[in-house]
């Protein structure tokens, strides 16, 4: 004899079912799909649901639904259909995920100023991140007590008035921001030392037209914005009385002409102070491993760096030119930390600017899970946040 489905021929779950079932009476209208077996186990409960009532039990149904669809005329068992949806549905996370793990804007040498037009044109990050493109300042009393109730742009000022104090400068008379973005912090460096001449350089002209648009509406006219390259730049020896680059390093292709030239533009007796995104020190007991290679070279392809070094390295090549002295190295991962996270908040708590540009959604959802990806590495210590000064020595001229 042939077996019934299980549900059909289980008298307690039917009885169970039956109490708790009003669903009307429509088992042969499904049935009139299903195979022989099933017209044959309906029909038996159909016998069954006459001697009781007219009112059929829930689990009257439920037997087509488990038997599946029928595919060119064969039956397919709902397990079957449920392992090929979740393998379909795991082989196209798996896909988003290659995507995503895929960098889509290595540097190639060239692109650093195009990715950083792009940006100034789309207004997105500025929209963001206001005037400054670099991470804010939270102190430990702020974090303790929730790094979103800072403002986000108010943490990037806040960092401008920790790097200056960290710098140690006072009154000087003209200063150098290498990498300036849009102007932020060349902007706020002039206000805050109006005595000062200040110049800011980029590779972006979209970045000079904006900086310079800046600095006209706000009457600021103690600084200039130029297109420059940081490696080969056209001042004269010993021009400025602070060199000041806040992450630009990164993007350099040649760390070490990076620091070279920061320096031979620097006066005598005038101060270098960088802050840059730095890998961790390799040694021989603390080697990359495999993963960490391959998180560092997502986070370095995906916003055009070329590679980063590490802050101990950054010493070295400043005490390298032979010029420099009191070097002085620190990690403010820590103070900065809150800044990645508090981006993508930022993001969600306003995100019409997205939402209304539907063309940037693909490389908006990119940067949000970057930022995600820069916040693990800045918390598992791959990569810090190298801050460096040193005065060049005055016997240097
Ligand atoms: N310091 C800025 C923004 C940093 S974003 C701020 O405080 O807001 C990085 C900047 O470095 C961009 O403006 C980019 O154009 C610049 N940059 C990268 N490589 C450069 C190079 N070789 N020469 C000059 N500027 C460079």
Redesign the pocket.
């Known amino acids: 004899m042939q077996a019934l489905p299980v549900a059909h021929t289980t008298p307690s779950a039917r009885a169970v079912t039956s109490q708790w079932s009003t669903a009307p009476r429509r088992a042969s209208a499904v049935t009139c799909r299903v195979t022989g077996s099933e017209q044959h186990s309906v029909s038996h409960m159909e016998r069954s649901s006459k001697r009781s009532s007219d009112r059929v039990p829930f689990a009257a149904v439920t037997p087509t639904a488990r038997a599946g669809p029928v595919l060119l005329g064969t039956e397919v068992p709902t397990p079957l259909v449920a392992a090929v949806a979740l393998g379909g549905a795991a082989l196209g996370l798996r896909a988003i995920k290659k995507v995503f793990d895929t960098p889509s804007r290595t540097y190639d040498g060239q692109n650093?100023?195009k990715e950083?037009d792009a940006w100034t044109r789309e207004g997105i990050l500025e929209h963001y991140w206001g005037?400054?493109?670099?991470l804010g300042y939270y102190t430990e009393e702020e974090q303790a007590a929730g790094y979103k109730k800072k403002d986000f742009i108010q943490a990037?000022h806040d960092f401008?008035d920790r790097m200056i104090q960290f710098a140690g400068v006072s009154n000087p008379g003209s200063i150098l921001?290498?990498?300036?973005?849009?102007?932020?912090?060349?902007r706020m460096l002039a206000s805050r030392f109006p005595g000062a001449k200040v110049a800011?350089?980029?590779?972006?002209p979209n970045?000079v037209a904006r900086g310079t648009a800046l600095a006209a509406e706000k009457g600021l006219a103690n600084c200039e914005f130029k297109v420059?390259?940081?490696?080969k730049m056209d001042y004269p020896d010993n021009s400025f009385d602070v060199v000041w680059?806040?992450?630009?390093g990164?993007?350099?292709?040649d760390k070490g002409a990076?620091v070279r030239e920061m320096v031979r533009v620097l006066k005598p007796g005038g101060t270098l102070v960088i802050a840059t995104w730095c890998q961790r020190e390799v040694t021989p007991a603390n080697p990359f491993t495999a993963s960490d290679k391959e998180r560092l070279q997502f986070l370095y392809d995906e916003w055009a760096h070329p590679y980063f070094i590490s802050k101990e390295e950054y010493g070295r090549l400043v005490q390298g030119t032979g010029v420099m002295e009191a070097a002085h190295l620190e990690d403010w991962a820590k103070y900065t930390l809150p800044s990645w996270r508090h981006s993508i908040w930022v993001g969600v708590y306003d995100p019409w600017i997205v939402v209304s540009k539907p063309h940037l959604w693909y490389k908006c959802a990119r940067d949000g899970v970057t930022l995600e990806r820069f916040h693990r590495a800045f918390v598992d210590g791959l990569v810090q946040y190298g801050m460096i000064r040193a005065v060049k020595k005055k016997a240097a001229a």
């Open positions: 650093v100023g950083y005037e400054h493109i670099h990037k401008v921001d290498v990498g300036c973005g849009i102007g932020g912090t060349t800011g350089i980029t590779l972006s970045q420059m390259d940081a490696l680059a806040c992450e630009s990164e993007h350099m292709p990076y």
